[in-house]
C-alpha cells in the first residue's frame, strides 16, 4: 500500500506505482491474471471480489489522488456504487452541467423516490452554498443513518465541467460543505490526477472515468473511486462485490499501462490545447472559446490555483448553429469525429447533438486534444473552419 501523502511527483508515480515487488528473476510488470477463482487459504479467492490486476491499476491511482482506489467496470459503475452508498432518501446537489450518465442517473433515482437532487452551477460558489444549505436543513433526514457518508447530504462536483469547461473552487465548495454537514464527491474525469488531486482540497470522495485520459487510448472501459475514508471504502468495496460491476482483468492490465505515460500525454495534450484555444479566438469563423487556460475565460484564476494545467479539452461555438458545426466536423480528415475524450487521437463532437444536452449552445462542438503535431491539427481545423464559413486564408 502506498503511503496517502507522497511528495514525489506524479510522473514518476505514474511510471512506478503498482508494480511487483522487486525480487531477482520476478517480473518488472504484474501479471495478467485472468482466473475467476483461486486456490482456497490464500489472500484472493474469487475474482469478484478482487483479483491481483486490478490491485496494480488501483495502487497507481489511489497513490496520484492521495487516497485508497478501487476500480469498477466503468465510470458510470463507480459512480453508481458511490450514489448506491448513500442512505435513503438521499439528498444530492449536483453541478447542473455534470456529466449527462450522472444527470439521468440521478433523475431516475429520484423518479424512484431514492433521492431527491438540485442542481447548481459550480462556478457560482455563494450559489452553491445557499442550496446547500436548503438542502441541509430540509427535514427528513433518513434516520439512524446519522454519521455516515452522505446523511447530512452530498455535494457532487465536477471541474472542469463538461462541455463548458466551468471551474468549481474545490476547496472552498469543500469547506463550505463540510461546515453543513455535508460530504463532497468530485469526478475529476476532465483533470485527471496529475491534473488536480480533489481529495488534497478537502473533497471526501474522487471518480474516474478511468476510460478517458487515464487510460489514454480509447481501448478500455473502467471507473475507478479513490477517498482516504476507509469506512467508505469498504461500503464501496461491499457494493462492488454484490453488484458485480467488476472491470475484466485485461481491461485493468491495459489502463496500468496506459497510465504508465499519462503525465507526458497530458502535458502534450494540454499544451497543444492551449495553442488551439489561442489560434480559434483569433479565427474569423469562431464566436467563442471555452478553455480555463485563457486569460479571458472567468474561471481562469482559480484552475490557476488549484490545478497543474488547464487540461486538454477545448470547446468553441460557430455562428450558424447545429447545421454549421455539422459541416465544421464534415470537412475535418484528422482530427476524428466521436464521442469520448482523453484518448492519444483528437476527438470531436458537436455536444448538442446528445439528448439530455438541450442547453449547450447549438454550434458548440467540443475536443479533446490528443498527442498529435500541434500544427497538423491547426491545419484540419482551421481548413474546415475556413471551408465553411467561406473565408479563403
Ligand atoms: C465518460 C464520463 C463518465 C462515464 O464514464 P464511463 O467510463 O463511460 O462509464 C463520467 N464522468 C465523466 C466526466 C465522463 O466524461
Known amino acids: 500500500m502506498q503511503p496517502a501523502e507522497s511528495r514525489t511527483s506524479p510522473a514518476t508515480l505514474a511510471v512506478h506505482l503498482g508494480r511487483p515487488p522487486g525480487e531477482p528473476g520476478s517480473p518488472v510488470n504484474p501479471a495478467l491474471v485472468l482466473s475467476s477463482t483461486f486456490h482456497q487459504g490464500g489472500s484472493h479467492a474469487y475474482s469478484r471480489d478482487g483479483n491481483p490486476t486490478w490491485e496494480g491499476f488501483e495502487a497507481l491511482v489511489g497513490g496520484l489522488e492521495g487516497g485508497r482506489c478501487l476500480t469498477f467496470a ?8 458511490v450514489v448506491e452508498t448513500l442512505p435513503v432518501p438521499g439528498r444530492v446537489v449536483v453541478a447542473a452541467d455534470a456529466y449527462s450518465g450522472t444527470r439521468r442517473l440521478l433523475a431516475d433515482l429520484s423518479q424512484r423516490g431514492r433521492l431527491r437532487f438540485r442542481t447548481v452551477d459550480v462556478a457560482a460558489t455563494d450559489e452553491v452554498l445557499a442550496v446547500c444549505s436548503e438542502v441541509a436543513q430540509t427535514p427528513g433526514r433518513p434516520s439512524g443513518a446519522e454519521g455516515t457518508f452522505g446523511a447530512g447530504g452530498l455535494l457532487w462536483l465536477e471541474s472542469p465541467t463538461n462541455p463548458l469547461l466551468a471551474i468549481a473552487d474545490v476547496e472552498a465548495l469543500s469547506a463550505g460543505a463540510h461546515g453543513l454537514g455535508m460530504d463532497v464527491v468530485v469526478d475529476n474525469t476532465f483533470a ?19 476510460t478517458k485520459i487515464l487510460s489514454g487510448h480509447s481501448d478500455v472501459l473502467i471507473g475507478a473511486v479513490v477517498t482516504r475514508r476507509d469506512e467508505v471504502l469498504s461500503q464501496l468495496a461491499t457494493r462492488r462485490s454484490l453488484h458485480g460491476a467488476t472491470p475484466g482483468a485485461l481491461e485493468s492490465w491495459l489502463a496500468l499501462r496506459g497510465a504508465r505515460t499519462l503525465q507526458l500525454r497530458q502535458s502534450r495534450s494540454a499544451m497543444s490545447a492551449g495553442l488551439l484555444a489561442r489560434r480559434l479566438v483569433e479565427h474569423p469563423a469562431v464566436v467563442k472559446v471555452y478553455y480555463p487556460g485563457l486569460e ?3 474561471g481562469h484564476a482559480r484552475a490557476r490555483r488549484q490545478m497543474s494545467d488547464f ?3 477545448v470547446s468553441f461555438e460557430v455562428p450558424g448553429g447545429a447545421e454549421a458545426a455539422d459541416r465544421v466536423c464534415d470537412a475535418l480528415s484528422l482530427v476524428c ?20 444536452e438541450e442547453a449547450i449552445p447549438a454550434g458548440l462542438l467540443r475536443m479533446s486534444v490528443g498527442i498529435e503535431d500541434p ?19
Not at 74 to 79: F, L, P, Q, R
Not at 346 to 354: A, D, N, T, V, Y
Open 337 to 356: 469525429v466521436a464521442t469520448s475524450l482523453g484518448g492519444v487521437e483528437s476527438l470531436i463532437e458537436r455536444r448538442g447533438r446528445w439528448a439530455g
Open 74 to 81: 466503468s465510470g458510470m459503475a463507480a459512480i453508481s456504487a
Open 296 to 298: 479571458t475565460h472567468p
Open 375 to 393: 500544427e497538423d491539427l491547426w491545419s484540419d481545423l482551421s481548413q474546415a473552419l475556413d471551408a465553411v464559413s467561406g473565408s479563403a486564408r
Open 192 to 210: 485527471s490526477p496529475v491534473g488536480q488531486q480533489p481529495l488534497r482540497m478537502g473533497a471526501d470522495v474522487v471518480v474516474h472515468s478511468a
Open 311 to 313: 487540461g486538454i479539452m
